[in-house]
T-cell receptor, first 109, second 113 residues
Framework: KNEVEQSPQNLTAQEGEFITINCSYSVGISALHWLQQHPGGGIVSLFMLSSGKKKHGRLIATINIQEKHSSLHITASHPRDSAVYICAVILQGAQKLVFGQGTRLTINP | NAGVTQTPKFQVLKTGQSMTLQCAQDMNHNSMYWYRQDPGMGLRLIYYSASEGTTDKGEVPNGYNVSRLNKREFSLRLESAAPSQTSVYFC????????????FGSGTRLTVV
C-alpha cells in the first residue's frame, strides 16, 4: 500500500463545478505539498501546509493532521484548471518527500 | 525569467550510450533534486543535493550519477543507458532541504531504445 493515496484517480467535470481532490497518508508528516502538473508537463507548487487551511484565488487546501487527510478544492472550475494534481508529504523526522500518484482533472466547457 | 532550467527537453538514446542532463537555477536555492516520473507512479527521487558540495542517493539511484557543479548547477549522468531508464526527468530546487516549497524544471523526456 502506498504511503500517500489520492482519490479520485481521474475526475471529469463541467465548467463552473466545485471540485474536491483528496489525499490520505498513513505516516507521520511534518508538512504536505499540493502540486499542479500541466498537460505540457511542467510542475508548479500550489501550496505547502502543515495545519488548517490555505487559499489562493479559486484554490483552497485544507489539512487534518489527526485524520491524516488533506483536500484540494477548486471553486468555479474552468477548462484551464485541467491538469494533474499531485499530493506530496514530508515524512516526519526523515526529511523525505513522498508523492502520490496524482489526480487527473478534466474540466469541460 | 527566474526559475529552474533543464536541458535538453527531449532525447532519444540507444542502449549503452551515455548522456548528461543539465539543470540550473537562478534563485539562490541551497537544495536541488533529480526526480523521475513514470506512468502510474508518483515522482521518485533519484539523487539530491541538500547543499552545495553534498550529494546523496534517493530512492532509485542505480544507473545514475550526479554532480553539484556549484550552487546553481546540478547535473544527472546516465553512464550506460538502459530501456528501463526511459522516463520523464525533473530537476527541482528549494531554499533549504525538503521543508520548503519546490520549484520544478520543465522536464526532460528521455527514451532509450
Amino acid at each position: 500500500k502506498n504511503e500517500v493515496e489520492q482519490s479520485p484517480q481521474n475526475l471529469t467535470a463541467q465548467e463552473g463545478e466545485f471540485i474536491t481532490i483528496n489525499c490520505s497518508y498513513s505516516v507521520g508528516i511534518s508538512a504536505l505539498h499540493w502540486l499542479q502538473q500541466h498537460p505540457g508537463g511542467g510542475i508548479v507548487s500550489l501550496f505547502m501546509l502543515s495545519s488548517g487551511k490555505k487559499k489562493h484565488g479559486r484554490l483552497i487546501a485544507t489539512i487534518n493532521i489527526q485524520e491524516k487527510h488533506s483536500s484540494l478544492h477548486i471553486t468555479a472550475s474552468h477548462p484551464r484548471d485541467s491538469a494533474v494534481y499531485i499530493c506530496a508529504v514530508i515524512l516526519q523526522g526523515a526529511q523525505k518527500l513522498v508523492f502520490g500518484q496524482g489526480t487527473r482533472l478534466t474540466i469541460n466547457p | 525569467n527566474a526559475g529552474v532550467t533543464q536541458t535538453p527537453k527531449f532525447q532519444v538514446l540507444k542502449t549503452g550510450q551515455s548522456m548528461t542532463l543539465q539543470c540550473a537555477q537562478d534563485m539562490n536555492h541551497n537544495s536541488m533534486y533529480w526526480y523521475r516520473q513514470d506512468p502510474g507512479m508518483g515522482l521518485r527521487l533519484i539523487y539530491y543535493s541538500a547543499s552545495e558540495g553534498t550529494t546523496d542517493k534517493g530512492e532509485v539511484p542505480n544507473g545514475y550519477n550526479v554532480s553539484r557543479l556549484n550552487k546553481r548547477e546540478f547535473s544527472l549522468r546516465l553512464e550506460s543507458a538502459a530501456p528501463s531508464q526511459t522516463s520523464v526527468y525533473f530537476c527541482a530546487s528549494s531554499i533549504e532541504f525538503v521543508n520548503y516549497g519546490y520549484t520544478f524544471g520543465s522536464g526532460t523526456r528521455l527514451t532509450v531504445v
